[in-house]
């Protein structure tokens, strides 16, 4: 229970493994801070318990000499603070910031309570004869950057994928880009996380990562004639 | 100049012939008031607690019924979330630590004989139990009450086709006007009474922190309550005329009300944390019999920390589809608040270091809101930082984390000021023993029943969702929800020794005296239970701060704010 690290799902994306080196960084300082505080507080509660004759010492904590033994912690916290940042920044701006080249595009549009989840076909483009619309089944190859377009048509979903790490809100009105390289083949959860409505629990799709051959198989499969 | 106004009028004549109705219902008595607000905040707290108690049973047996209650839908599950979410943070949070102690406290701890504006005060919890009698009947009527989230999200909650809930989200929407309008009457009073009632002598820097937080929190929701209003009318005349303010098909825009509804829901957690801090700011010194460690400094941190929270929002709002650039801005800025809190926490911490600490009930309460608001304080590093967040957010990681810092303000927090001022409050002493276990049951099982949540919510599982074992990779850690779910009938169970202890003080506890701690704040002055007025003919005089414990300048280890001292001893 205490190993917090060990709780993730298993990670199968390029970027995963950056977010759990942020989750642990920020788990095993926040850990060591806990063991700090609450060990002085602890020692404090025992040592300075009430005992007959023993008075409080009168310590107003005003002067600045008496208030360094906290400031200095709490600039301790600031700095800690800072580094969690500056090591978080470059991995946001990998995740949501620019996205890599990708070969494939896939459009996934919410609707309560389903994921439609459309490939461009051969053509590569949207909107062509081509097109084909599966619901509720994401399949990929594996090792090749995903782009996906995500879409809403009534209320928020969001779609979350714990193995990739990966989270998207998908607002109606808007088209919100988002990436994915997945690294092992598999068949993965797709759940929705945003509350949108009675069918929310259980709202889910599932993600196919294939590897090169498989996935070619089932392009094929799909689009027998090209 | 202090005495102006009608709260001095006539202290003797006042009394005698207030009957039965002016002294109960519709009382313009501050005290009165304030144990008004306690009653209405204690009801939901039940209805909250039910509520919840029905959520965990369907989390962990989500096939069975629920004893009591029948077979949980989805559609039902949603209006519980909601519904407990709305009650335990807007009727049971709010009016228990700013409704009621804001009330108790600030004109007896200033030398104030009353608010202000004592009818506007009394108006101000009219409108409340108002707003509570809409909140209830939206419960019951057709269609059902409000399932769109505490969050109220559209265009979930814009239109009736997306939930099912008509009249239950009008309702709701209208019970928060109401009770929105109750706190802006109480802060206005709050604020008044506190620059222009205070008693000579009670300059700002001596007035007891606990005043120093409530006025911060009055504050807080005073400047950040506009927007929201602005967007609650917008998501009513969405609803009910069907303008598109929310509404991308007509041009408008989703995050518009994310945006309102967070610019005051960041502030308006601080609304909870602070007074609940200040209650224990106030009951440390008293039990360590030492002053509070960095009197200025820790109202310094609390101003900076409110003014921090007026540019946090959007830290709600990282995986929301607004603008990726923002988030780093919002994370600098969400973490830094930890820079206030973690200087509040150490003085709490620093208080103690070579103190003479007494373990009473009131003192426990306190101790135990300090050691679980670290863990919820250090929780929150991980949903402030962006990209931690893309995996957290939505999770139960959340859950676990908001009741880490929301449960330990509202009941660690609040017990530790309503067993320390019981006594005030209602002239009774309060069963030491009984106190003890319910303060050690409550701690245990609330780290039973929240603890793992961390662990489920790492594990993935989405908050919002009636049934978990609709998803294959939670299967497995379905054992973590059952152990939450018999954490939390347990820690209802835990309240029965609070119930008790009330109900048996009430009818036959022993006479509490003026001053049971040894405490230095003007409220002990005067008589418990305060009369009318609060004080005879003569209001006490300040000569001093308010955490005086142990000076070198008196033999006994406290010098309450009124005491004239001749001359020097030494
Ligand atoms: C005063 C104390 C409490 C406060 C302030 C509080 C506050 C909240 C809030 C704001 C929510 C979010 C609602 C939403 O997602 O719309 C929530 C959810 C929840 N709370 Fe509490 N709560 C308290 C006590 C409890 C207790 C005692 C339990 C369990 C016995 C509990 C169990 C839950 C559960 C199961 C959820 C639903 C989580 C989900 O499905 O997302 N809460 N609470
Ligand atoms: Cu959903
Ligand atoms: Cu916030």
């Given at each position: 229970m205490l190993n917090w690290m060990r709780w993730l799902p298993e990670n199968v994306s390029t970027y995963g493994g950056e977010i759990d080196g942020i989750i642990a960084l920020i788990y095993y300082v926040t850990l060591a801070w806990f063991f700090l505080t609450l060990g002085a507080f602890v020692?404090?509660?025992?040592?300075?318990?009430?005992?007959?004759?023993?008075?409080a010492t009168y310590v107003q904590g005003d002067r600045l000499r008496e208030l360094a033994w906290i400031l200095v912690p709490v600039l301790i916290v600031l700095i800690l603070d800072f580094w969690i940042d500056l090591r978080g920044a470059p991995?946001?701006?990998?995740?949501?910031?620019?996205?890599?080249?990708?070969?494939?595009?896939?459009?996934?549009?919410?609707?309560?309570?389903?994921?439609?989840?459309?490939?461009?076909?051969?053509?590569?483009?949207?909107?062509?004869?081509?097109d084909r619309q599966f619901d509720n089944e994401l399949h990929v190859p594996v090792g090749k950057p995903v782009r996906l377009v995500l879409?809403?048509?009534?209320?928020?979903?969001?779609l979350f994928s714990p193995n990739l790490r990966l989270k998207q809100d998908m607002v109606p009105g808007r088209t919100i880009p988002a990436w994915f390289e997945a690294t092992k083949p598999g068949k993965y959860e797709l759940p929705c996380a945003e509350l949108c409505g009675f069918g929310h629990s259980g709202m889910k799709a599932w993600l196919y990562v294939h590897s090169p051959e498989e996935y070619q198989k089932w392009v094929k499969e799909q689009w027998p004639t090209s | 100049m202090r005495e102006s106004g009608a709260a001095v009028l006539d202290v003797h004549a006042h009394h005698a012939e207030r009957g039965f109705w002016r002294t109960y219902v519709f009382s313009t008595d501050h005290k009165m008031i304030g144990k008004q607000y306690l009653s209405l905040g204690l009801?939901?707290?039940?209805?909250?607690?039910?509520?919840?108690?029905?959520?965990?049973?369907?989390?962990?047996?989500?096939?069975?019924?629920?004893?009591?209650?029948?077979?949980?839908?989805?559609?039902?599950?949603?209006?519980?979330?909601?519904?407990?979410?709305?009650?335990m943070v807007f009727f049971v949070a709010m009016p228990i630590l700013l409704g009621a102690f804001g009330n108790f406290l600030i004109p007896l701890m200033i030398g104030a004989r009353d608010m202000a504006f004592p009818r506007l005060n009394m108006l101000s919890v009219w409108v409340f139990a108002l707003a509570s009698l809409v909140l209830l009947v939206s419960f019951f009527i057709p269609g059902g009450a409000a399932s769109a989230g505490w969050t109220g999200y559209p265009p979930l909650s814009a239109k009736a086709e997306y939930t099912g809930v008509n009249w239950g989200m009008d309702l709701w929407i209208l019970a928060h006007a109401l009770e929105f309008a109750a706190f802006l009457m109480g802060g206005v009073n709050y604020l008044t009474t506190a620059i222009a009632l205070r008693v000579p002598g009670m300059t700002f820097f001596r007035l007891p922190l606990v005043i120093w937080q409530l006025l911060t929190a009055t504050t807080l929701f005073l400047l950040s309550v506009g927007p929201l209003i602005a967007g609650a009318v917008m998501l009513l005349l969405d609803r009910i005329i069907g303008t598109h303010f929310y509404a991308a098909e007509g041009g408008g825009d989703p995050l518009l009300w994310q945006h309102l509804f967070w610019f005051f829901g960041h502030p308006e957690v601080y609304v909870i944390l602070l007074p609940a801090v200040g209650l224990v700011l106030d009951v440390l010194p008293v039990f360590a019999r030492k002053p509070i460690f960095g009197y200025r400094w820790i109202i310094y941190s609390t101003i900076a920390a409110g003014g921090l929270s007026f540019i946090v929002w959007a830290h709600h709002m990282f995986v929301s589809g607004m603008d990726p650039r923002l988030a780093m801005p919002f994370s600098i800025t969400t973490i830094l608040i930890s820079v206030p809190f973690a200087f509040i926490m150490f003085a709490m911490i620093?208080?103690?270091?070579?103190?003479?600490?007494?373990?009473?009930?009131?003192?426990?309460?306190a101790l135990g809101f300090v050691a679980m608001f670290i863990v919820g304080g250090l929780t929150g590093i991980f949903n402030g930082s962006a990209p931690a967040d893309?995996?957290?957010?939505?999770?139960?990681?959340?859950?676990?984390?908001?009741?880490?810092t929301l449960f330990s303000s509202v009941v660690f927090g609040g017990f530790a000021g309503f067993y320390f001022w019981f006594p005030k409050m209602f002239g009774r002493l309060l069963s030491e023993p009984l106190g003890k276990i319910h303060f050690w049951l409550t701690l245990v099982f609330f780290n039973v029943t929240f603890f793992p949540l961390h662990n489920i919510g790492l594990a993935g599982m989405m908050r919002r969702i009636a049934n978990p074992l609709e998803y294959e990779f939670l299967v497995p850690h379905q054992w973590i929800n059952v152990v939450a779910t018999v954490g939390g009938m347990l820690l209802l169970a835990s309240q029965i020794p609070f119930v008790v202890n009330v109900v048996w003080s009430l009818l036959a506890g022993k006479t509490a005296p003026k001053n049971p701690w040894g405490a230095n704040t003007l409220e002990w002055t005067a008589p418990s239970p305060p009369p009318h007025l609060n004080w005879g003919e003569t209001l006490p005089v300040v000569y001093r701060g308010a955490y005086e414990y142990s000076s070198p300048e008196v033999a006994e280890d406290w010098l309450p704010q009124d005491r004239t001292l001749a001359a020097r001893s030494r």
């Open positions: 020692l404090f509660l025992i040592f300075y318990r009430r005992r007959p004759g023993r008075r991995v946001w701006a990998k995740v949501k910031g620019q996205m890599p080249p990708a070969e494939l595009t896939i459009q996934v549009t919410a609707k309560q309570f389903n994921w439609e989840i459309l490939y461009p076909g051969p053509d590569g483009k949207f909107g062509t004869e081509d879409k809403s048509k009534d209320v928020i979903h969001s | 009801f939901w707290a039940v209805v909250g607690g039910l509520l919840a108690h029905v959520m965990r049973w369907q989390l962990a047996w989500p096939e069975t019924a629920v004893p009591g209650w029948g077979e949980v839908g989805p559609e039902t599950y949603n209006v519980l979330v909601t519904m407990h979410g709305t009650i620093a208080t103690l270091w070579k103190g003479s600490i007494r373990f009473d009930t009131p003192m426990l309460w893309i995996y957290i957010s939505d999770t139960y990681f959340v859950v676990a984390h908001f009741h880490y």
